[in-house]
């Protein structure tokens, strides 16, 4: 059991952070004793556990009585190196002057800014940042473009867990991966344009024959496209004007049979647009004229049919529903009224978002919000692979966009070559497979077809995800098992120092993927972030399961 000492004004963001770092805790209190006594910040505290763990970005009174030298004023923003990770620092870091530990160090300076102390029976850790503070600007604020690639939030849980570890204490932990599986995988369509027919001389036309003329030209000669995908724009091109008099197959039309032949049986979620010719709303006022669309959901209605007779799942592609809950309402019943289904998803058209967006989404009735991502790179924004409830919601769900396809090959984004963009991508589920959690990809609904012809980057994906022990979900399943996890409760039925009783229950009867109950061995302070497959033991829990987890010196 953890002991938690944080500002009042930090709770929230601790509850949250333990929903993600799921282990046994509690905020302290006088009347126990814990193995493990986590604080953060200014907080006083008895160091009497086994293992004390001090975050502050500041030097603090504990400093002070423990006579701790710092180095330089605090630092806003920076890079710390931990066993060859990068992890990005957005609030006040502070370095140890006279502390030569190279466990957790600086960028550029090198300088020490976490260091251990043993004694005969206790261990202090002190870590020069603010934890806390940290979770609250990642779901909140969410990381810079720069550091997109960067699975942050991951990162600190992972230095916390080898912190613990490696000072001799036994963990156990529900981690986000389902048993049987590496990650969960999430393959999501956003349809824009599902008609090419549609478009008669607007930018979405012209920007196509552009694209599929000059742009395919360009994009030869830089070696990010083949003569034969040249060849296939051109003559769309050249068919065009017959598409547009019904006597050619419009080649933008059939995207539901394009990835469900694709996709083979792999359930994937489509968010649809609910009414044309709507731009929205910014806060200041209308939404660009251009993220109007020309169709409405009702006019696929048998494509939606289609997809959900296929397993599939149909969310809304929101309009103004992240910023009016009363629009957002109508936006959802459009989208129930045409499925059936009672509980629907949410994607912002163009990714629109702000802070207040997840309680406004969540007074309008969604089920759950996947818009949370970058529309010019790939990565973390808020720097997690896991469901989250982003702090202004009471029960909303978001689960984080990762990979989208305009951002890797749009000319005015990553502008990337298939080839580069399958290095990218490998990165992405190299970090899933390390972390668990979701990888939660968009691929448009025309971007299988000219002038975009992105489908074999896509393919490769799906194979090299199922290489790499994925469960694939659709949206709404991986909302659903992560509600599973975060109903899963540790229940101590006794608290003896150096045993932890654990009993977790959940349903078993919703036909989704077990949890897994995971208990870390303890390991030595020379051991800390070299974890292996040795260094734990998975369950598999189906409907409860307890255990007795000892936390025992490994020296």
């Keep these: 059991m953890i002991g938690v000492i ?6 929230d963001v601790a509850r949250e952070f333990f929903e993600l770092f799921k282990t046994p805790w509690e905020f302290c209190r006088k009347d126990r004793q814990y193995d493990v006594l986590l604080c953060a910040g200014e907080g006083q505290f008895d160091a009497s556990a086994k293992v004390a763990l001090v975050y502050a970005g500041r030097e ?4 002070v009585h423990q006579r701790i030298q710092t180095g330089r004023q605090p630092r806003h923003g920076s890079v710390l190196c931990y066993q060859g990770n990068r992890i990005p620092i957005y609030g006040d870091t502070i370095t140890f002057s006279e502390k030569e530990s190279s ?3 600086e960028e550029g300076s090198s300088e020490c800014a976490a260091f251990l102390e043993e004694s005969s029976d206790k261990v202090l850790a002190r870590i020069g940042y603010d934890l806390f503070a940290e979770v609250r600007s990642l779901l909140t604020v969410g990381q810079p473009a720069a550091n997109a690639i960067l699975p942050a939030l991951e990162l600190h849980i992972a230095f916390l867990r080898d912190l613990i570890t490696g000072s001799g204490v036994s963990l156990v932990e529900i981690p986000p991966m389902p048993h049987g599986y590496q990650f969960l995988a999430c393959l999501t369509h956003d349809v824009d344009h599902p008609s090419i027919r549609q478009h008669k001389c607007d930018h979405t036309m012209l920007g196509f024959l552009y694209r599929a003329v000059f742009g395919s030209l360009r994009r ?3 070696g990010q496209m083949s003569v034969l995908d040249l060849f296939r724009n051109w003559v769309a091109a050249l068919k065009l004007p017959f598409v547009h008099l019904g006597l050619a197959k419009d080649f933008w039309g059939e995207f539901a049979d394009r990835y469900l032949e694709l996709e083979k049986g792999l359930r994937s979620t489509f968010f649809v647009i609910p009414f044309k010719n709507r731009p929205g709303s910014n806060p200041d006022g209308p939404a660009p004229s251009l993220r109007a669309t020309r169709y409405r959901a009702q006019d696929i209605a048998d494509t939606i049919r289609k997809l959900t007779n296929a397993g599939c799942e149909v969310g809304l592609h929101g309009i103004d529903v992240w910023l009016d809950s009363s629009k957002g309402h109508e936006e959802l019943a459009e989208i129930r009224r045409l499925t059936g289904a009672s509980e629907i998803g949410v994607r912002m058209h163009w990714l629109y978002y702000n802070q207040q967006s997840a309680a406004t989404v969540e007074a309008a009735g969604a ?3 996947s818009t949370i991502g970058y529309n010019e790179t790939v990565g973390y924004r808020a720097g997690t692979t896991q469901v989250y409830i982003p702090l202004e919601a009471r029960q909303l769900l978001e689960l984080p966009l990762q990979v989208m396809d305009t951002a890797l090959f749009y000319p005015s984004y990553l502008n990337l070559t298939p080839h580069r963009a399958r290095v990218l991508l490998g990165r992405v589920v190299e970090n899933a497979v390390r972390y668990g959690g979701t990888l939660t990809i968009n691929w448009h609904d025309r971007s299988l077809v000219p002038e975009r012809l992105w489908g074999g980057c896509y393919r490769d994906l799906i194979q090299e995800m199922k290489r790499q022990g994925a469960w694939f979900s659709t949206a709404g399943q991986a909302i659903s098992w992560f509600r599973k996890r975060r109903s899963a409760a540790f229940v101590t039925d006794s608290m003896e120092l150096g045993a932890v009783r654990a009993k977790v229950t959940v349903d078993h009867r919703d036909h989704l993927p077990s949890l897994r ?4 061995k303890s390991r030595n302070p020379s051991e800390i972030g070299y974890c292996s497959s040795d260094d734990y033991v998975d369950r598999a829990v ?11 010196a490994a020296r």
């Design 6 to 11: 944080a500002d009042p004004a930090e709770h």
């Design 60 to 63: 603090t009174h504990f400093d």
């Design 103 to 105: 466990l957790l160090t």
């Design 220 to 222: 030869l000669c830089r």
């Design 367 to 369: 089920a759950y919000d």
């Design 517 to 520: 109950l995971r208990i870390h």
């Design 542 to 552: 189906d409907e409860s399961i307890e255990t007795r987890v000892p936390s025992g």
